[in-house]
C-alpha cells in the first residue's frame, strides 16, 4: 500500500526522476508512472495506488496540477519578496540619514553649549584684564608703596579668575557628557536597529534561494515547499519594517527635544541639556542625622546645598548634597523661626521668617539678609496687617528684586536688597497667600493659594492660571527656575513635585514614607535640572535620564 512515498534513502525502493517538469515518474512499487496526489495524506500516488492499495475516500489530485499549483504559489511568494526587498533595502538608507540626522543635531548642541562657556570664559577674561589695567593705573601713582598693593590684588584677581574658570569648565564638561550620555543612548539603539533589519534582510535572502532550489526538482519542490512558505509567511508577518520605521521615527522626535537651557539663580550662571521627557533615575540618597527628628525642607541655596529646618526647636540645618555633611546654620528661637530662603547672589541669602507678638504697622525681623556664613547682614521692614500670628514668605525674581509676602494676606511686596526698599506692591484680587511664593523666568509668580490650589499671577496682580492638585491632602509646589519661558514646555513653565508626586496627573518619582515623624517635604529643583525629595528621614536626588 503506497501510504508512504518512499524517501531517497529508502534502501528498498528508489525512485527514478529526470529533471524538468514533463518527466515521467514512476512508482518503484508498481513500475507505474506517477499521476495522483493525495491532499489528505501529502503523498504523490501511481494509478494501482490510487486505486487499490490507497486507503479511501480520499481526494486525489492530478499530480501535473499539484505541481503546477506549487509553482504558481512559490511565483506568487517571490513577488511578495521582491516587493518587501525594496522596503527593507531602503532602510538602510533611511538609518544611515536618521543617525546622520542625530549626530548633527547633538553636534550643534555641542556648538551652542561650547560657544556658550566660551563666551563666558572671555568675558572672565576680559573682567581680570581689565581689574589689572585698573589695578596698573593706581599703582602709577605712588611706585615704592602702592606696587605691593598692586601685586597682591593681581594675584587675587587672577585666583578669582582661575576659580571662575574651573566652575565653567566643570559646567561645560557636565553639559558636553549629558550630550555624550545622549548619544550613546541613540547609537545603541541605532545599531539594534541595524542588527534587526540585516537579520531580516538575510531571513529573506536565504527563503529566496531555497525557492530557487527546490523549483528545481519535483520531488524536492513537493517535500519542502510546504515548509518553506510557512517560513516565509512568518517573515512576512512579522513586519520588521514597519517596527524599524516607527523606531527611527521615534528616535528623530526624541533627539529633536534635546535643547541646552541656559540661565541665571541666584546670581550664579548655570546651563544643562533639558527640553525632552526621560526617566528619573535616583543617583545618590543622603541620610538626614537623628538631631533633625520633625525635617522640613526649605530650599536650595546653591546646586548642592539645601536648608532643612527642625521643626520642634526651629534650628535651620544646611546638608551638602557632595559631601552629604549636614551642619546647624542657625540657632532655634521660641518666637522666631525660618519658613523659606533664596540666594540673591553668590554672596548673600534672604530668608523669610515667621512668629508672635507682633504689634505696630510694621514687621521687623520677618526678612533677613544673611551671607554664606550665616551672619546677619541685616533686617528688612515690610508692613504689618494687623496679625498677632505671622508667617512671611520669600523668593527671589530673575532681576535679583525679594519678593515677600505675608501669610493670610493679598499683596506682594517687590524689594531691593541693596537698600531694602519696597519699590512694587502686587496686589491680588480675591486671593490670599496660603504658603511659599516662587518666582518664574517669565516674570510671573507662582502663589500658594489654598491647600491643593496654586495660582499663578503676573506682575500686575492678574490671575494667569490656576493649578489645581485635588489627589493631595496637603500639595507642595516647586518650580524650575532655569527652564525658558515658552509655548513648548508647559507656557507658565511650572514643574512642581509633591511627597506623592507632581501637582499634575503624571507622576515623576514616587517613594516610600519614612517612619520617622515629617511634614509633607516638596521635591525641590536645582538649577542643575536634578530633583531632590525628602521622605524625612532621608534626601533622595534623582537625575533625568534620555530614552528613547
Known sequence: MASKFPSEGDEKVKLHTRKGHDMKWSCDIHGEPIKFYCKEHDIPLCHPCATKDHQKPCHLENIGH?????????????????????????????????????????????????????????????????????????????????????????????????????????????????????????????????????HAISTINNIDTNIKRIEQDDKTLV??????????????????????SDCLDRIQREVQKVKFVEGEVGGEHYGRIDGYIGKWELVKSIHIPPIVNYSRVCSLISDDEICVREVMNDVMYVTNISTEHTQEVTEGSSNMYITSCAPIDSNVIVCGKGGQGFTGDSLDGCITLYDRQWKVIRDISIPRNSSYYVEVYVDVDRDGMILAAQYDQSNIYVINPADGKIVNTITMHGKMVRGDLQALSSGDIVVKTGNDKFTVISRSGEEKAVIHCDEWKSAQCRVDKLIPHSQERNIYAVDQVSCDGIIQARRIVEYEKSDRRSLTNPCIVAASGNLVACDGDKLFVYKNKFIV
Open 66 to 198: 499539484v505541481t503546477l499549483e506549487l509553482v504558481r504559489k512559490l511565483d506568487d511568494k517571490r513577488l511578495e519578496i521582491e516587493k518587501t526587498k525594496p522596503h527593507l533595502q531602503n532602510l538602510d538608507s533611511k538609518i544611515q540619514t536618521c543617525s546622520a540626522d542625530a549626530r548633527k543635531h547633538i553636534q550643534s548642541i555641542d556648538g551652542v553649549a561650547n560657544a556658550t562657556f566660551e563666551s563666558k570664559m572671555k568675558s572672565v577674561k576680559d573682567t581680570e584684564r581689565d581689574k589689572i589695567r585698573s589695578i596698573n593705573e593706581e599703582a602709577d601713582k605712588d611706585i615704592q608703596k602702592i606696587n605691593e598693593k598692586r601685586e597682591q590684588r593681581i594675584k587675587s584677581c587672577n585666583e578669582e579668575a582661575e576659580q571662575q574658570h574651573v566652575v565653567i569648565n566643570k559646567k561645560q564638561a557636565k553639559v558636553l557628557l549629558e550630550t555624550k550620555e545622549i548619544s550613546e543612548v541613540v547609537s545603541k539603539k541605532i545599531k539594534d536597529l541595524i542588527s534587526k533589519n540585516q
Open 223 to 244: 517535500n519542502e515547499a510546504h515548509q518553506v512558505i510557512a517560513a516565509l509567511n512568518d517573515s512576512l508577518s512579522s513586519n520588521v519594517h514597519q517596527d524599524v
